[in-house]
């Protein structure tokens, strides 16, 4: 009987125009990855090994408020599969270790690369949310689970152009 409540839910929304995907997001917690951070940080001060601290920027565009006590979401950046912590906001406006993130709202994956893994304006596929373990409902919550997004060195104070293709 659930099968046909939902098939009938999802068959309305479609039928008012609305895609699968974000008729679904109207009943749960849907994250979406929205940008990319990183800077250089010493790994080790006594051997001079470097590894870069990033945090890949992620918003809650559903109706539900992603609440979980299991901080840790696996995420893919290029080709590299990691582990990352999530990060939500605080009343005060800083971001806590697995803090709620509310409809509408912004938190953070934080994570480990080997240096020079990223580079400053580079362009980059970033997948959040491997394990299909932070958000609910059904799979089609899952694909805009990844963006491809620039690169920001957070010690550089330039932008990054985004140029229109060339011309054939």
């Known amino acids: 009987m ?6 009938f839910a999802g068959a309305a929304f479609v ?4 895609s699968p995907t974000r008729a679904w997001a109207l009943f749960g917690v849907d994250l979406v990855p929205t940008g990319l951070r990183f800077t250089e940080v010493v790994n080790d ?3 001079g090994s470097y590894a870069q601290s990033v ?10 408020a992603w609440d979980r006590s299991n901080a840790t979401m696996s995420v893919a950046i290029g080709d590299t599969v990691v582990k990352g912590v999530i990060y939500g906001p605080t009343a ?10 509310a409809p509408g709202k912004r938190g ?11 580079h400053h304006c580079q362009r980059v596929r970033v997948r959040i949310d491997l394990g299909h373990e932070h958000q609910t409902l059904i799979r089609a919550l899952f694909l805009n689970d990844s963006a491809v997004l620039g690169a920001l060195d ?3 104070s330039t932008a990054c152009a985004m140029l229109p293709p060339p011309h054939r």
């Open 154 to 156: 957070t010690t550089r």
């Open 45 to 47: 001060d006594v051997t």
């Open 15 to 18: 039928a008012m125009g609305m």
């Open 108 to 118: 953070f994956v934080s994570l480990s690369l080997p240096s020079g893994t990223l």
């Open 2 to 7: 659930k099968t046909q409540i939902a098939w």
């Open 55 to 64: 945090h890949i920027f992620i918003k809650n565009t559903g109706t539900g």
């Open 92 to 101: 005060g406006g800083g971001f806590v270790l697995g803090g709620r993130i």
